[in-house]
């Protein structure tokens, strides 16, 4: 199948497949004249990163976790250590999202949000905070 059927069945963007390509992701067959001709399991791979994508694992992680699915005398620990280590990751990002929510939303609380100049939410902003740089830095 060419990369617009592998992309329709897979639910992922041609674009995607061809970045999954380029980092070696996948390895579709080339035909003489260069077109790319995908197979069934190369179309299950497709599946499996976009499933493992939409949970937010990373490239990384995705290159481990194939390594490992295909890995037929892998230890399921090994597995469950790649998911327990993503979700750690996801609880510490709800964590600071939390924090985010909260900080914003007293911001917005504290502005009267009128006509007059005075906004609580620019002066937070522009506040220099002790032990942090100018530049703040972003996760």
Same mark, same amino acid.
């Not at 329709?8 to 004249?33: F, H, V």
């Not at 790319?36 to 949970?55: M, N």
């Not at 985010?100 to 939303?105: E, H």
């Given at each position: 199948?060419?990369? %617009?059927?592998?992309?329709?069945?897979?639910?992922?963007?041609?674009?995607?497949?061809?970045?999954?390509?380029?980092?070696?992701?996948?390895?579709?067959?080339?035909? @003489?004249? %260069?077109?790319?001709?995908?197979?069934?399991? #190369?179309?299950?791979?497709?599946?499996?990163?976009?499933? @493992?994508?939409?949970? %937010?694992?990373?490239?990384?992680?995705?290159?481990?976790?194939?390594?490992?699915?295909?890995?037929?005398?892998?230890?399921? @620990?090994?597995?469950?250590?790649?998911?327990?280590?993503?979700?750690?990751?996801? #609880?510490?990002?709800?964590?600071?999202?939390?924090?985010?929510?909260?900080?914003?939303?007293?911001?917005?609380?504290?502005?009267? %949000? #009128? #006509?007059?100049?005075?906004?609580?939410?620019?002066?937070?902003?522009?506040?220099?905070?002790?032990?942090?740089?100018?530049?703040?830095?972003?996760?």
């Amino acid at each position: 199948m060419n990369i %617009g059927d592998a992309a329709q069945l897979s639910g992922l963007p041609a674009k995607t497949i061809r970045y999954y390509e380029d980092i070696g992701l996948i390895e579709p067959l080339r035909s @003489a004249n %260069g077109y790319r001709s995908f197979r069934e399991t #190369d179309l299950h791979k497709l599946t499996f990163l976009g499933r @493992a994508r939409s949970l %937010g694992f990373t490239i990384d992680d995705c290159r481990t976790l194939l390594t490992l699915y295909r890995d037929r005398a892998r230890a399921s @620990a090994d597995v469950k250590h790649v998911a327990q280590d993503h979700l750690a990751c996801i #609880d510490r990002k709800i964590v600071e999202l939390t924090e985010m929510r909260r900080t914003l939303s007293h911001l917005v609380e504290a502005c009267a %949000g #009128d #006509d007059r100049p005075d906004c609580p939410i620019l002066a937070d902003l522009a506040a220099v905070v002790p032990g942090q740089s100018c530049a703040r830095q972003s996760n």
